[in-house]
């Protein structure tokens, strides 16, 4: 079994910087990639970046020279999020893939004040 945990969430002023990371824990076999979705509230879940196990990046177009994906080694994945804007509020949900199903985190709260 696959349990994800995130960390780092916060309140934070527009133009802050947080950091976010992900923890992963069972199989490591067959994973694809890790990445971090976020759901504002209202709103669906949405991409914001994703890395796969050879290191290539993804980024929606709304966070891109903004935020930065990178992994720690093969269980830890991070955000670092910069320029942050008030439109950047939601929970933010680690994902990992693999060929039969996703799994998520529980997410973490990240708010900017404007």
């Known amino acids: 079994q696959v349990q994800l945990v995130e960390s780092g969430g916060g309140l934070v002023q527009a133009g802050g910087s947080l950091r976010l990371s992900c923890v992963a824990s069972g199989s490591i076999f067959s994973r694809r990639a890790m990445g971090w979705y976020r759901q504002a509230p209202g709103k669906q879940r949405e991409l914001v970046a994703t890395i796969t196990n050879s290191g290539v990046t993804n980024y929606a177009d709304s966070v891109k020279g903004r935020f930065t994906i990178s992994k720690d080694n093969v269980n830890t994945v991070n955000l670092q999020m910069n320029s942050l804007k008030p439109d950047d509020t939601a929970v933010y949900y680690c994902?990992?893939?693999?060929?039969?199903?996703?799994?998520w985190g529980k997410g973490t709260l990240v708010t900017v004040s404007s």
């Open positions: 994902n990992a893939q693999y060929p039969s199903r996703n799994y």
